[in-house]
Structures are given as C-alpha cells and as structure tokens.
C-alpha cells in the first residue's frame, strides 16, 4: 500500500513537504507520481518522477509549479516526497501518490493512496 503524510495549514508563500511511503512490495521499481484534487475539481497529475530518480516528468497541467514544487526519491526508505514552497490558495485540496506500472512516467498508475489534505490560506 501507499500511505501520504505531511498534508495540513500552510500559509501562502510557506512550504510543506508530503510523503509517499509504501509498504507490502519496493517502490524503487516504479515511477511515482503526485495527483491533486481540488474542491469541486478532477483530478489532476501534478509531478511524477521515474524510479531512479533521475527523470522528472512535469504534467503539462502543472506547468505553474515549475520552481516551487520538487518531487524526490529516497529508494533506501521506500519513499518519494513532494516538497512544496510558495503553494498558492488554489492549490489547495487533496494530495495524492501513485504508483505508475512502469519505471518511467507512463501514466498507468496500478496503486493509489489515500491522499492528505493541503489547505493553502493565511
């Protein structure tokens, strides 16, 4: 399973930083990917990263975290983190992880988490 942590308050222009750890089999096989889903929204890919860490694919909907948002992989701790600075309010909503079936980004994620709820306001 994958389970997200990190999520909460963060005031515009702090930083939050999630966690993706997975549990049961190793990630470090597996690109992994960030989704968000904001309030009355789809979901949508915001980063993902490939499972050696050295391919970071930007979903073309998240081109506006360019700078402010990094993905990394910590494959010994069978984690990936999504380090966000500088989140805007419409940022806000949930925040998950998935596995992608490949080790590159390839958009076929085979397990999700639950997700953790990021609330951007002052």
């Known amino acids: 399973q994958l389970v997200e942590s990190g999520g909460g308050l963060v005031q515009p222009g702090g930083s939050l930083r999630l966690s993706c750890a997975a549990s049961g089999f190793t990630l470090d096989q597996h690109a992994v990917a960030w989704f968000r889903q904001a309030p009355g929204k789809e979901r949508e890919a915001v980063l993902c990263i490939s499972s050696n860490g050295g391919t970071t694919n930007y979903a073309e909907s998240a081109d506006s975290v360019k700078g402010r948002f990094t993905i990394s992989r910590d494959n010994a701790k069978n984690t990936v983190f999504l380090q966000m600075d500088s989140p805007k309010p419409e940022e806000t909503g949930v925040y998950s992880c998935?596995?992608?079936?490949?080790?590159?980004?390839?958009?076929?994620?085979?397990?999700w988490g639950q997700g953790t709820q990021v609330t951007v306001s002052s």
């Open positions: 998935a596995a992608d079936e490949n080790h590159y980004c390839s958009g076929y994620m085979f397990l």
